[in-house]
């Protein structure tokens, strides 16, 4: 309160001088974004690249071939890291085997020393110990899912329901990205309609 003969002042941040929807003034808030590639980019780094790879190691170990299912499994487990650095500081453009990449920005030493741990577990994953092993491998991928907080699995693209689903998911997200200036999930002619 001030006296009678005070002129008062004006506070420098007004409700005013703020914009009430951040979206709408052309920005977005960082972690609204990182939140949004996370989620987004890290389910389809999951559905497209981690699935092909852990039925690469699943092919590899049913055919005796460990020396593969371990080269797999450290794709696999590089790929999935990637997507838990997403939350915070980890790379969003992955173009494959790009020397620049960093799988493990953003990730706790822990979560990579135990995931390539894991992964050079399949030098003995022969018979029933294959199997075992799998199903670790496919526990590491349930975690990180499970992190991208969706309400039920993630679908199988690689079946013929499962690929609609990754379709409708990447419609989905891709007005989403748009507006606050991330790339699309998938290249425009996968996603855009004939009709």
């Known amino acids: 309160m001030t006296s009678p003969g005070t002129p008062e002042t004006t506070p420098t941040t007004t409700p005013a001088a703020r914009p009430a929807d951040p979206a709408a003034a052309g920005t977005a808030l960082p972690g609204l974004r990182r939140l949004l590639a996370f ?40 790929l999935s890291l990637s997507v838990r650095g997403l939350r915070t500081e980890g790379e969003l453009a992955y173009l494959g085997d790009q020397a620049g990449f960093d799988p493990f920005a953003g990730v706790p030493a822990e979560e990579v020393e135990a995931g390539l741990a894991l992964a050079a577990e399949g030098r003995d994953a ?25 309400g039920e699995p993630l679908p199988d693209v690689r ?37």
Not at 126 to 150: I, M, N
Not at 172 to 180: A, G, S
């Open 159 to 195: 079946s013929a329901s499962g690929l609609m689903k990754g379709f409708k998911l990447a419609r989905t997200w891709q007005p989403h990205l748009q507006r606050v200036g991330l790339p699309d999930l998938l290249p425009s002619a996968w996603t855009r309609r004939a009709d």
């Open 39 to 78: 989620r987004a980019h890290g389910a389809a780094r999951l559905l497209l690249g981690c699935r092909a790879r852990l039925e690469d190691a699943e092919g590899a170990v049913a055919a005796g071939q460990t020396e593969v299912a371990v080269l797999m499994a450290y794709d696999l487990v590089q």
């Open 126 to 150: 022969v018979g029933p110990r294959g199997e075992e092993w799998l199903e670790r491998l496919r526990g590491h991928l349930r975690d990180t899912e499970a992190l991208l907080g969706y």
